[in-house]
């Protein structure tokens, strides 16, 4: 547990101090660039290399090909892995990046498979497993499989696509391919969690899972930073900074669900009301009668009326939309929690994994309290998925956005420990973000991130919201604290109270500074608690950005918010 009694305060540092810091700063951005510069020439040797081996072939060029070995060391230079990457990649006998990347795909695929079925097997064989442990193999069966799927998708998608094709879809595969990797690490997170008991089982898993998110790792990278100079050295420009429509919702809400969203009430396929009113009493019983994989949009409507029950929407159930009388009026409520023995991802009064999901004017809550500890009200994992106006409440862990891209439109959160959490990439537009008073001597932490790996295209951007306390606040409040080495977490443009500790953020590990790969940012906020004067001095917070940074983060760029939110007729803002 967390508490005040294990948090030491950072002062400011001295002028030396200060001094030092910027030399360091001066000389970090002088290796980076020098690096940049180093990568850039390095692939676009391997582009070089395969346009000539093209024009050989076509009697244009007098100029040798590529050869295999070449391109895959400098193509397994961009890579976490180079040396998992060069032995797996070997057999793809080709010069070509993409084809070298696709193969790398099936490398990453036939590797995964061999693991996916792993937990079920090791609960059947060994008969001395405690139940925590059992319980967290159950949740990596769940996200293994899961991962499989994803990684299938990439496939196909990547199977029929040629090397242009492959840049104009390279934001998917990237956004895929981080699911995949966050799906096994949250495996190893729920055996870490399960405790002393799962210390071996823990172990021994996170040495048979080391291929599997090696290649997949190494598949993101390629994806990252090679395919996108496929098209003869034509680096793609930046697409228009913020794509967003007219309405204020990302692009990618497509007109169909942007029509279902103007509607006050959309023509539901089934109506749950716990009164028999409707068709059925229960969400999910409405959850049984989903198809699996429907590109259809099947509409949920739940009256009124607290619905105390935990929903699950799997990984096949597709383009649903669940919607309600109102946040306050419709509400889903669990009780499930860590202390109880539930594992954190296991929690979730309200869970959805399938994509192009869309909650509107329901309430999501878990009532296990602050002594249960982790207690999640709403997990997504659902690829373009919305949320508008919607409201979140528990303790901590509160809202769990776990993976892919979501967007969350004029919603309310509450929580105390790090209430916002996981690893998707989600944009918060317009929500009311309310920290509230958490047990005695616990401080309050609003996000926790865990990108892991720096290909991933993931982190919590908030924008535009108000930070404001739910109640009486009084304990040590942070805007957040760094979870795993590439945290990546931004607020701007965003209101914030005079109740927020002037340091702004606090590390994972007491009195030990996060690593200089992660990045944490704040840009253009207002209110008392938005001046960055007594922030933070780490290597990887940034207490000012530019506006081109910032843009990064918002919908367009973050979350590729005009390719799929205009179906979903969600507003969204453009700056």
Same mark, same amino acid.
């Given at each position: 547990?967390?508490?005040?009694?294990?948090?030491?305060?950072?002062?400011?540092?001295?002028?030396?101090?200060?001094?030092?810091?910027?030399?360091?700063?001066?000389?970090?951005?002088?290796?980076?660039?020098?690096?940049?510069?180093?990568?850039?020439?390095?692939?676009?040797?391997?582009?070089?290399?395969?346009?000539?081996?093209?024009?050989?072939?076509?009697?244009?060029?007098?100029?040798?090909?590529?050869?295999?070995?070449?391109?895959?060391?400098?193509?397994?230079?961009?890579?976490?892995?180079?040396?998992?990457?060069?032995?797996?990649?070997?057999?793809?006998?080709?010069?070509?990046?993409?084809?070298?990347?696709?193969?790398?795909?099936?490398?990453?695929?036939?590797?995964?498979?061999?693991?996916?079925?792993?937990?079920?097997?090791?609960?059947?064989?060994?008969?001395?497993?405690?139940?925590?442990?059992?319980?967290?193999?159950?949740?990596?069966?769940?996200?293994?499989?899961?991962?499989?799927?994803?990684?299938?998708?990439?496939?196909?998608?990547?199977?029929?696509?040629?090397?242009?094709?492959?840049?104009?879809?390279?934001?998917?595969?990237?956004?895929?391919?981080?699911?995949?990797?966050?799906?096994?690490?949250?495996?190893?997170?729920?055996?870490?969690?399960?405790?002393?008991?799962?210390?071996?089982?823990?172990?021994?898993?996170?040495?048979?899972?080391?291929?599997?998110?090696?290649?997949?790792?190494?598949?993101?990278?390629?994806?990252?930073?090679?395919?996108?100079?496929?098209?003869?050295?034509?680096?793609?420009?930046?697409?228009?900074?913020?794509?967003?429509?007219?309405?204020?919702?990302?692009?990618?809400?497509?007109?169909?669900?942007?029509?279902?969203?103007?509607?006050?009430?959309?023509?539901?396929?089934?109506?749950?009301?716990?009164?028999?009113?409707?068709?059925?009493?229960?969400?999910?019983?409405?959850?049984?009668?989903?198809?699996?994989?429907?590109?259809?949009?099947?509409?949920?409507?739940?009256?009124?009326?607290?619905?105390?029950?935990?929903?699950?929407?799997?990984?096949?159930?597709?383009?649903?939309?669940?919607?309600?009388?109102?946040? =306050?009026?419709?509400?889903? +409520? &669990? #009780?499930?929690?860590? %202390?109880?023995?539930?594992?954190? /991802? @296991?929690?979730?009064?309200?869970?959805?994994?399938?994509?192009?999901?869309?909650?509107?004017?329901?309430?999501?809550?878990?009532?296990?309290?602050?002594?249960?500890?982790? =207690?999640?009200?709403?997990? +997504? &994992? #659902?690829?373009?998925? %919305?949320?508008?106006?919607?409201? /979140? @409440?528990?303790?901590?862990?509160?809202?769990?956005?776990?993976?892919?891209?979501?967007?969350?439109?004029?919603?309310?959160?509450?929580?105390?420990?790090?209430?916002?959490?996981?690893?998707?990439?989600?944009?918060?537009?317009?929500?009311?973000?309310?920290?509230?008073?958490?047990?005695?001597?616990?401080?309050?932490?609003?996000?926790?991130?865990?990108?892991?790996?720096?290909?991933?295209?993931?982190?919590?951007?908030?924008?535009?919201?108000?930070?404001?306390?739910?109640?009486?606040?009084?304990?040590?409040?942070?805007?957040?604290?760094?979870?795993?080495?590439?945290?990546?977490?931004?607020?701007?443009?965003?209101?914030?109270?005079?109740?927020?500790?002037?340091?702004?953020?606090?590390?994972?590990?007491?009195?030990?500074?996060?690593?200089?790969?992660?990045?944490?940012?704040?840009?253009?906020?207002?209110?008392?608690?938005?001046?960055?004067?007594?922030?933070?001095?780490?290597?990887?917070?940034?207490?000012?950005?530019?506006?081109?940074?910032?843009?990064?983060?918002?919908?367009?760029?973050?979350?590729?918010?005009?390719?799929?939110?205009?179906?979903?007729?969600?507003?969204?803002?453009?700056?």
């Amino acid at each position: 547990m967390d508490t005040v009694n294990s948090f030491k305060g950072y002062g400011k540092v001295d002028e030396r101090d200060e001094a030092g810091f910027r030399r360091k700063t001066r000389k970090r951005l002088i290796i980076l660039v020098i690096s940049a510069i180093l990568l850039i020439a390095l692939i676009v040797g391997v582009v070089a290399g395969t346009l000539a081996h093209r024009n050989n072939k076509n009697g244009s060029s007098d100029r040798a090909p590529a050869t295999t070995s070449a391109a895959l060391k400098s193509i397994c230079g961009v890579t976490q892995y180079p040396e998992s990457c060069t032995t797996s990649l070997s057999s793809s006998n080709s010069a070509d990046p993409a084809t070298i990347f696709r193969y790398s795909l099936s490398v990453a695929m036939d590797s995964l498979e061999k693991i996916s079925n792993l937990p079920t097997e090791y609960i059947e064989k060994k008969t001395d497993l405690d139940e925590k442990t059992k319980q967290a193999l159950q949740v990596c069966s769940a996200v293994l499989s899961d991962a499989v799927d994803s990684l299938n998708e990439t496939v196909g998608v990547a199977t029929a696509s040629n090397g242009k094709q492959l840049l104009s879809i390279a934001d998917d595969l990237r956004t895929w391919l981080s699911a995949v990797i966050t799906d096994q690490d949250t495996c190893l997170d729920a055996l870490e969690e399960a405790g002393a008991n799962a210390t071996v089982v823990a172990d021994e898993f996170r040495s048979l899972m080391a291929n599997s998110t090696e290649f997949a790792s190494n598949s993101l990278a390629i994806v990252s930073k090679v395919i996108a100079l496929i098209g003869g050295f034509k680096i793609p420009a930046h697409r228009r900074l913020l794509g967003e429509v007219e309405d204020g919702f990302p692009a990618w809400v497509g007109a169909a669900e942007r029509r279902l969203l103007q509607v006050e009430r959309p023509t539901p396929d089934v109506t749950v009301a716990m009164d028999g009113t409707g068709d059925v009493k229960t969400v999910n019983e409405a959850v049984k009668m989903l198809k699996k994989k429907s590109k259809t949009r099947f509409v949920i409507y739940v009256k009124a009326g607290v619905y105390v029950e935990n929903v699950l929407l799997e990984k096949a159930h597709w383009n649903v939309m669940i919607y309600g009388d109102g946040a =306050a009026a419709t509400v889903i +409520s &669990g #009780s499930k929690n860590f %202390v109880d023995g539930t594992p954190t /991802f @296991d929690t979730a009064t309200f869970a959805v994994a399938g994509k192009g999901f869309i909650g509107r004017d329901i309430g999501f809550k878990n009532t296990a309290g602050a002594l249960k500890h982790q =207690a999640v009200a709403l997990r +997504s &994992g #659902s690829d373009q998925s %919305v949320f508008h106006r919607c409201s /979140f @409440d528990a303790f901590q862990d509160t809202l769990y956005p776990h993976s892919n891209r979501q967007f969350y439109r004029d919603c309310n959160v509450t929580g105390t420990i790090d209430f916002i959490f996981g690893n998707a990439a989600v944009v918060f537009q317009n929500c009311n973000i309310m920290p509230r008073q958490p047990m005695s001597n616990q401080f309050v932490t609003i996000t926790a991130q865990g990108k892991k790996d720096p290909n991933q295209n993931t982190g919590i951007s908030i924008q535009r919201c108000v930070i404001k306390p739910f109640d009486g606040l009084k304990a040590p409040t942070y805007l957040g604290r760094p979870w795993k080495d590439y945290s990546t977490t931004i607020v701007m443009q965003t209101e914030i109270g005079g109740f927020l500790n002037p340091l702004g953020w606090i590390s994972w590990v007491k009195d030990v500074e996060p690593p200089k790969s992660i990045f944490y940012a704040e840009y253009r906020n207002t209110g008392p608690g938005a001046s960055t004067a007594g922030r933070v001095k780490w290597a990887g917070y940034r207490p000012a950005v530019t506006t081109a940074e910032a843009f990064k983060y918002t919908v367009n760029s973050f979350i590729q918010g005009p390719s799929w939110l205009p179906d979903a007729n969600v507003a969204f803002d453009s700056t």
